[in-house]
């Protein structure tokens, strides 16, 4: 049983850093998205940590804050970020 939850542990950190990646180099238009990738992956883990759960700490705040419009503040958020990513 550990070692099921170890490995599904695993694939979902690395599963977040991907989708991480990906986010990050729609929002970085000034690099090309290898570099970018190469610039993270360059990072000891921990930073990449750190970096990856600040960024989704930002955007749980960015996510409150546009529900302070209404019901559809955190879609149109989220449409917004889905839209820079494509």
């Given at each position: ?20 990646l ?43 804050l ?21």
């Open positions: 049983m550990y070692i099921f939850l170890r490995d599904l542990s695993i694939s979902a950190c690395l599963g977040l850093r991907l989708a991480f990906r986010m990050l180099t729609g929002l970085v238009v000034s690099l090309p998205a290898d570099e970018v990738r190469a610039r993270i992956r360059a990072l000891s883990l921990a930073d990449q940590a750190l970096l990856i759960g600040l960024t989704l700490a930002g955007l749980l705040q960015a996510t409150m546009f529900a302070e419009a209404g019901a559809g503040g955190p879609l149109a958020l989220w449409v917004a970020i889905w839209m820079v990513l494509r």
